[in-house]
């Protein structure tokens, strides 16, 4: 069983010479130019969009980097934003828990994705877990500075306001796969064709490393670890995916494709292709219908009974 530690960046980052220690897995790295080089990843983010040097030159001293080993919980639901986590490096699995233990994983992020952006600009608690997948490096700015920032560069707060509708965008899409996809199948490919994006083009096919257990694959579509180990063993008995180690290779595309807008509710058929179903035989002209037709009953003669 893995061990997950709890990020404390409020109380590493700097208060003018001195710095407060507290127990946390993140390491406070040291202080460089406005111009950064580990800053550069996470500049392809929307929130960099046109920003020009004089926002950098303001912006990275108020934000420290950090570096994080993975396992590593970054923030949790329901707990108040006090800071902002710009992700330069590495990957972070984002997820909603149930009181009753269940787990939705909403998607994994990697570098110039903004963490927790939504409840710093509302001052709500946050509503998802942040957790680091593989080793990051993280700038976390405090909310208030931020929110200054934002005053100072109007073509930020359009960045902000860009940013969120992309993530509102990719929740609608969860929420698509998860509530509207009726089989198994169907949203495992989904998520497969989703991946594929991230991956390159080989002679098997489109090849990409598989971020997630099947337990936490289930997790993200909304089944049991069962019915993906399942489904995605009947996918590689069809030829549509491949799979060496922890690279997944999608030899079939179009099949994949198929899978994933199939909309028929029959768990009977999860793995047969609406467009590969036999069709129903049509009914001959010369088929003759029943020879015992019961006839028609006769009205019954006045004060007789019916039997």
């Known amino acids: 069983m893995k061990t997950v530690a709890y990020a404390h960046f409020e109380e590493r980052i ?149 940013q969120l509708s992309l993530d509102s965008r990719r929740n609608c899409d969860q929420l698509r796969t998860v509530g509207l996809a009726w089989t198994a199948a169907a949203r495992l490919a989904r998520l497969l064709l989703e991946w594929c994006g991230e991956g390159r083009q080989t002679e098997r096919g489109i090849r990409f490393l598989c971020p997630l257990t099947h337990e936490e694959i289930g997790e993200h579509i909304g089944v049991s670890r069962e019915t993906v180990t399942r489904t995605l063993h009947g996918f590689r008995n069809r030829k549509l995916v491949e799979q060496r180690g922890s690279a997944l290779f999608v030899s079939n595309l179009r099949g994949l494709e198929i899978y994933a807008h199939a909309t028929f509710p029959d768990p009977l058929r999860s793995l047969t292709p609406i467009g590969h179903l036999p069709p129903k035989p049509w009914p001959s002209p010369s088929h003759a219908p029943p020879a015992s037709i019961p006839p028609a009953r006769s009205e019954p003669a006045a004060g007789q009974r019916l039997a």
């Open 14 to 162: 700097p208060h003018g010479n001195a710095q407060i220690a507290f127990p946390s897995p993140v390491t406070l790295l040291p202080l460089w130019e406005w111009d950064d080089p580990r800053w550069l990843p996470g500049r392809a983010g929307e929130f960099f969009r046109g920003l020009p040097d004089q926002a950098m030159i303001k912006l990275v001293p108020l934000a420290p980097l950090f570096s994080c080993p993975g396992n590593t919980v970054l923030f949790a639901e329901e707990q108040p934003p006090r800071s902002i986590l710009f992700l330069l490096e590495g990957k972070v699995k984002l997820s909603m828990n149930s009181v009753e233990g269940r787990r939705l994983i909403l998607g994994i992020v990697g570098p110039g994705e903004i963490l927790g952006l939504a409840s710093a600009v509302s001052g709500s608690p946050w509503n998802v877990t942040a957790e680091t997948q593989l080793p990051c490096v993280i700038g976390a700015i405090q909310r208030q500075s931020f929110l200054d920032f934002l005053l100072s560069y109007p073509l930020a707060c359009q960045n902000v306001a860009r």
